[in-house]
């Protein structure tokens, strides 16, 4: 898969796993395991982007004596989540029209 794609669907993935509540890295992964495998230093690398993107912010709380941060989507971060879904009603298109020879086969 071309890495761009690749990378647009992952964040995309992050942010949604996070649209209806603030959450933290752990749970971040135990949330999309059954839908895509990712690494915890692929997640964090991908939730730097986004903070850089001001697509989602981070707090900190204490919690069982350490430090967690919660990451919470922005407007940005909800309106990327629109757009995906828009752009990707293209892209069943394409799919639809590349496997249509398919069949005659």
């Not at 996070?18 to 690398?45: F, H, Q, R, V, W």
Request: net charge positive.
């Amino acid at each position: 898969m071309d890495i761009q794609l690749k990378r647009g669907l992952l964040d995309v993935c992050v942010l949604t796993a996070i649209k209806n509540e603030d959450s933290y890295g752990y749970k971040i992964i135990k949330d999309m395991k059954p839908y895509i495998e990712m690494s915890e230093s692929t997640l964090y690398t991908i939730l730097k982007r986004l903070e850089l993107a001001k697509m989602l912010t981070v707090r900190s709380c204490e919690h069982g004596g350490r430090l967690r941060k919660y990451y919470h989507i922005t407007p940005l971060g909800l309106r990327r989540i629109a757009e995906f879904k828009s752009e990707w009603r293209e892209v069943t298109s394409i799919y639809q029209f590349v496997i249509k020879g398919d069949e005659r086969q």
